[in-house]
């Protein structure tokens, strides 16, 4: 199975300062004959479901706002939230796709 | 808009089974792949298995913890999901997520429904 590991487990970040989260694979996410890395990135607030930001590990989803992006390639990706604003306190997850089981990372908790 | 609706979990005994449900609207549910995601109280996210669509013979992965114990299947005709759970634990207690997954990213979920395991 591929394991998930993000770093770090929890972020403080000002208002309107940058937000970085790592997620490393235990193997390579990229699928050469695809050209796609199959990773996703999840927003959790509390009390609710889980929300997909990023998928193929840089494609933001609909009407998710442009502060958000993703990167990377291959075992390591990032998530970058440019301007941090109040409403982007949860907790972040990756996934990947690339094989079953679809197995999460265990969790960043971003707060201010 | 697309929605998924669960219903199904409560309380339930060690060693015991229960079935949950998944209406799906919003969505050509006969096309959709589908999967189960659980979260264990103050946890993270746990894939539990998927099902595919009819074309691709539904078949149906899980996750190592659950199975043999945990059946997923479709019902087309009523655009409904099921999870059938039995020999259940006290460590399956969480909140199930019924989800699309047709690439094997989750887009939509459902707001969840809690199982709790318990004497």
């Known amino acids: 199975d591929i394991v998930m590991t993000q770093s770090p487990d929890s972020l403080a970040v000002s208002l309107g300062e940058r937000a970085t989260i790592n997620c490393k694979s235990s193997?390579?996410?990229?699928?050469?004959?695809?050209?796609?890395?199959?990773l996703a990135w999840y927003q959790q607030k509390p009390g609710q479901p889980p929300k997909l930001l990023i998928y193929w590990a840089s494609t933001r989803e609909s009407g998710v706002p442009d502060r958000f992006s993703g990167s990377g390639s291959g075992t390591d990706f990032t998530l970058t939230i440019s301007s941090l604003q109040a409403e982007d306190v949860a907790v972040y997850y990756c996934?990947?796709?690339?094989?079953?089981?679809?197995?999460f990372g265990q969790g960043t908790k971003l707060e201010i | 808009d697309v929605q998924l609706v669960e219903s199904g979990g409560g309380l339930v005994k060690p060693g015991g089974s229960l079935r949950l449900s998944c209406a799906a609207s919003?969505?050509?549910?006969?096309?959709?792949?589908m999967s189960w995601v659980r979260q264990a109280p103050g946890k993270g996210l746990e894939w539990v298995g998927r099902?595919?669509?009819?074309?691709?013979?539904?078949?149906?992965d899980y996750a190592a913890p659950v199975k043999g114990r945990f059946t997923i299947s479709r019902d087309d005709s009523k655009n409904t999901l099921y999870l059938q759970m039995s020999s259940l634990k006290t460590e399956d207690t969480a909140v199930y997520y019924c989800?699309?997954?047709?690439?094997?990213?989750?887009?939509?979920w459902g707001q969840g429904t809690l199982v709790t395991v318990s004497s």
């Open positions: 193997q390579s996410l990229f699928y050469s004959s695809k050209n796609k890395n199959y």
């Open positions: 996934q990947h796709y690339y094989s079953t089981p679809h197995t």
């Open positions: 989800t699309t997954a047709h690439y094997g990213y989750f887009d939509h």
């Open positions: 099902i595919k669509d009819k074309t691709e013979g539904e078949t149906r």
């Open positions: 919003g969505i050509t549910f006969s096309n959709a792949w």
